[in-house]
């Protein structure tokens, strides 16, 4: 895509050279030379509806599978055509919404032929349906005011049933966000009258339930996949309740809706979580930190430090600075990771950081693995004592994931020779040690770091400090790895 420099030149362009480059152009490439036909028939809104009408109908004719490494291509001829069906917006709203419905049918004929597992193709099928909303909300504000104000109700009860029907049709998800979003489009009566409707059909599912459960229970069988499937389209139907009750923004209403569909109490602190969200975006803190205080109920270490990241997050928008602070405490007390003592030193004053540098320190000193310990030190900028602490306890980096190793490598700070030199020693033994041929390109990369970390060491005076120098641990290498040509030669290039 170009920047906006590039575009201020492309606008000093003359017509002339513009014209001669997209003549060049066209010929090239089948979806480009689609999209400059639909942008010559700008000036003919007729046949470009036309066009467009055509080239979304042929979607859903379409055979051929479309593979993973396609799929990018196909979602980027997807987005030309979202992007021609939206020029005819704002001016020709209810061409443009027509397109868009015809689009969005074709979800399913295009997902069900793709291997879409990076989500491109889906992703332009989401942004449909946010594209639907706008246009849709336009559409229906002109139908208001074309008609009597006494018919009004039935135009109503027609956009309601067009909402549900589109929400219904969602087996991949593409339209997750439409009924969240339905505020942009309804009012508040119809969202309530459409969340009445979804809670009926919620009755009838769990009678449905209600009545196979007991028939199986009075043949002594098995539950029957029916029963399966009623939970499942009950779970469907509940999801649609919550996101409704979401675009009304009634915390009191969402409170009591969500609580009637929990089957047990108190409410795993995972469920929880939906409404913790909800109540956080109203700010509706006193009942968030009702729950958090009086409904969560865990025994479970992760769930114990949940909790205490959702009070800092509520504690953090209501820049409560003492209450943010003791929570951040107790979470890093659980858990002492670097982040979390970042995230207490942000907020605290001089004093308290000093109070915390010291408890850091301690918990280092006591710490079983040796990477945080030596992370805990370095957040403090005792940037020494960290290289003393990695320099004693080197042998124990061998047990440290090569993942932690290369994120430590990223923000050490220049000074940590000693600790860069035993990270990159202990990722090239990992990588030579169990013989990973794929992974030679890295091993001789860190070893070129290694030689050039011995220059550094040897022209500023500074040394190993009790490490053994580059040439015992390069004589070493070579004696237990001498024969991995490939990796040598790659040290070579």
């Known amino acids: 895509m170009l920047n906006t420099e590039q575009k201020k030149y492309l606008s000093q362009l003359s017509k002339a050279a513009l014209v001669d480059f997209v003549a060049d152009v066209y010929g090239v490439d089948k979806m480009l030379d689609k999209k400059i036909e639909r942008l010559l028939l700008q000036s003919d809104k007729p046949k470009l509806i036309k066009k467009l009408t055509t080239s979304i109908k042929g979607l859903k004719r379409r055979r051929k599978f479309v593979d993973y490494w396609e799929s990018s291509e196909f979602s980027t001829e997807l987005q030309h055509l ?65 008609i009597p104000i006494d018919e009004r109700d039935i135009l109503s009860h027609a956009w309601v049933k067009k909402v549900k029907a589109l929400a219904d049709d969602n087996d991949y998800g593409t339209k997750d966000n439409l009924l969240e979003n339905i505020h942009q489009l309804l009012s508040e009566p119809e969202i309530r009258g459409l969340i009445a409707d979804y809670q009926q059909a919620r009755e009838n599912v769990q009678t449905k339930k209600a009545n196979e459960e007991t028939l199986s229970e009075r043949q002594n069988s098995p539950l029957h996949d029916d029963v399966f499937s009623i939970k499942y389209e009950k779970m469907v139907i509940e999801i649609a309740i919550k996101s409704l009750a979401r675009a009304l923004g009634d915390v009191d209403f969402f409170e009591t809706l969500f609580f009637e569909m929990q089957e047990t109490r108190p409410v795993h602190p995972r469920r929880l979580e939906e409404l913790l969200t909800f109540l956080l975006d109203k700010r509706a803190f006193d009942k968030a930190l009702h729950y958090l205080n009086g409904e969560w109920q865990s025994d479970g270490l992760l769930d114990k430090i949940r909790r205490l990241d959702w009070l800092s997050h509520l504690y953090h928008m209501q820049k409560n600075t003492d209450a943010l602070i003791e929570v951040l405490g107790e979470a890093f007390e659980l858990q002492s990771s670097p982040a979390r003592l970042k995230a207490i030193m942000s907020v605290a004053s001089p004093a308290q950081q000093a109070q915390w540098r010291k408890r850091a320190y301690e918990l280092a000193d006591k710490q079983e693995n040796v990477s945080l310990a030596v992370s805990l030190l370095l957040e403090i900028g005792e940037i020494a004592l960290a290289n003393q602490v990695a320099v004693a306890r080197h042998a124990e980096f061998a047990d440290v994931h090569y993942t932690t190793l290369t994120e430590m490598l990223k923000a050490l700070p220049e000074a940590c020779y000693p600790l ?19 992974a030679y390109g890295h091993a001789a990369k860190y070893y070129k770091k290694l030689m050039q970390l011995d220059v550094t060491l040897a022209k500023d005076d500074i040394g190993y400090a009790g490490l053994i120098m580059h040439e015992e641990y390069d004589a070493v290498l070579t004696k237990m790895h001498g024969k991995k040509r490939s990796f040598w030669e790659r040290v070579n290039d």
């Open 420 to 438: 860069q030199v035993i990270i990159y020693r202990s990722l090239l033994d990992d990588i030579l040690g169990s013989g990973r041929s794929k």
């Open 82 to 146: 979202a992007s021609d069906v939206m020029s005819l917006y704002p001016e020709q709203p209810q061409e443009c919404l027509a397109l868009l419905e015809l689009f969005i049918e074709s979800t399913n004929a295009s997902l069900e032929r793709a291997d879409d597992s990076n989500n491109y193709i889906g992703d332009v099928y989401r942004k449909l349906t946010s594209s639907w909303l706008t246009v849709a909300s336009t559409c229906y504000e002109q139908e208001k005011q074309d």
